[in-house]
């Protein structure tokens, strides 16, 4: 055998040996994929040749026929598509196969969205993998072309405070796209809360999903603030937060959540009880707390009690944030006031519509009868001060006694001599 037989037979060993591992390598396989259907469109598996146009947002339907080769259990389908933030996939519960039978899986897959997109079309897989307990699993795909609507709008984010309070105004932060394939001019945006019947529209302007390079004022997205005002009687708790973007081609709306919580206030007296004489007046302190985070105006108002005057100095008291202010309240018994205890309440009610209630006690006596109490009391205690001095008298006299009584003995001791 000369050299070139020689060459002409390793080469034909060496194609055999390749087409000998290729049918292996296929029937190694436990499944082979015949074709896979887009949206009504048939495709077959890894073939370039045919793209299939997808929108951006919209569901499809998609249908997988597959061959079993082998029997084979726990079998899965998988149908997905890679590098988007939110994942876009859905997957067969298990089941089992059995060799030589012909199978369909249904699947309903909806397109991601462009916000991600530099052009107006982006090309992308869909991928098909079919996977079983002890075999290898085998993965295809179809090529598509994501496509953007004709007219779309986007909202990209919401922003707001988690919390505000009643009579407060919260701050909407809203960031709207065109992330269509046309110009939207006059776009509006709309935010609203339904459970309070409070909403405001503001102007967006035009957008343009190509930015306009002779024009600084239109771009693909805008930043708005809409200033909502919370009612000053809403009642505190969760409420829906509605944000619409629109205009006369197209819309999109989106839910967010707001807590609404009531105003932190506090009002405390000083003192709750005082007495005075008829004609006589006396003095309360009023103390207005505020440990918010926002100024409090406080309206006093007292109530009407017979038999004494009451006033407020400062009827409307501003107090600012994290801070506390005195108010003096007046209480006057009239000249004819009977005796007895009086029940002065004043009402504080804050611009929120927070209402608190505070209440003194006035008793009124007579003079002569408080002059008497206070001679009683004066003459008890100089009649007491009397018995202790006495007691201090008498004990001093009985100590004097008994040294005296001891003196001369000393004296005494002290004379004798024993020489």
Request: no cysteine; aromatic share 6%.
């Amino acid at each position: 055998m000369n050299s070139k037989t020689r060459k002409a037979f390793l080469f034909s060993l060496m194609a055999i040996f390749a087409i000998v591992l290729a049918l292996n390598t296929v029937v190694a396989y436990f499944v082979d994929v015949e074709e896979i259907e887009v949206n009504g469109i048939t495709a077959f598996p890894n073939d370039t040749s045919q793209t299939i146009s997808v929108t951006a947002l919209e569901t499809v339907p998609v249908l997988v026929k597959f061959v079993a080769w082998k029997n084979a259990s726990d079998v899965r389908v998988k149908v997905y598509m890679e590098g988007f933030k939110n994942e876009v996939s859905e997957e067969t519960p298990r089941f089992h196969v059995l060799e030589g039978n012909t199978y369909v899986k249904r699947f309903s897959l909806t397109i991601p969205s462009t916000l991600d997109f530099d052009d107006l079309t982006e090309k992308l897989d869909l991928l098909v993998r079919v996977s079983a307990r002890g075999q290898d699993s085998m993965e295809v795909f179809v090529p598509l072309e994501m496509q953007r609507d004709l007219h779309s709008l986007n909202l990209l984010s919401i922003d707001l405070s988690e919390v505000v309070v009643v009579g407060d105004k919260v701050a909407v932060d809203v960031v709207v796209q065109n992330n269509g394939d046309d110009r939207l001019d006059n776009v509006y945006v709309k935010a609203s809360i339904p459970g309070l019947g409070v909403s405001r529209t503001v102007y967006a302007g035009d957008l343009d999903p190509d930015q306009d390079v002779s024009d600084d004022d239109i771009n693909d997205a805008v930043s708005k603030t809409v200033y909502l005002t919370i009612p000053k009687n809403a009642v505190p708790g969760n409420y829906d937060l509605e944000v619409e973007a629109y205009n006369f081609d197209t819309d999109v709306k989106a839910v967010s959540r707001v807590v609404i919580e009531d105003v932190e206030t506090g009002v405390l007296p000083s003192a709750t009880s005082k007495t005075i004489a008829p004609g006589q007046e006396t003095t309360f302190d009023l103390v207005l707390v505020n440990p918010s985070n926002k100024m409090v105006v406080y309206t006093l108002t007292p109530e009407e009690s017979k038999g004494v005057i009451v006033d407020v100095t400062e009827p409307v008291v501003a107090v600012s944030a994290e801070s506390s202010k005195t108010v003096k309240v007046r209480v006057k018994a009239t000249e004819k006031a009977e005796e007895g205890t009086y029940l002065v309440t004043v009402n504080a009610n804050s611009e929120t519509g927070v209402s608190k209630q505070v209440s003194f006690s006035v008793n009124v006596q007579e003079t002569s009868k408080k002059v008497a109490d206070v001679v009683t009391g004066t003459t008890s205690t100089i009649v007491v001060l009397s018995v202790v001095l006495v007691i201090i008298f008498v004990v001093l006299l009985v100590i004097l006694i008994v040294l005296l009584s001891r003196r001369p003995e000393a004296e005494e001791t002290g004379e004798t001599s024993y020489y």
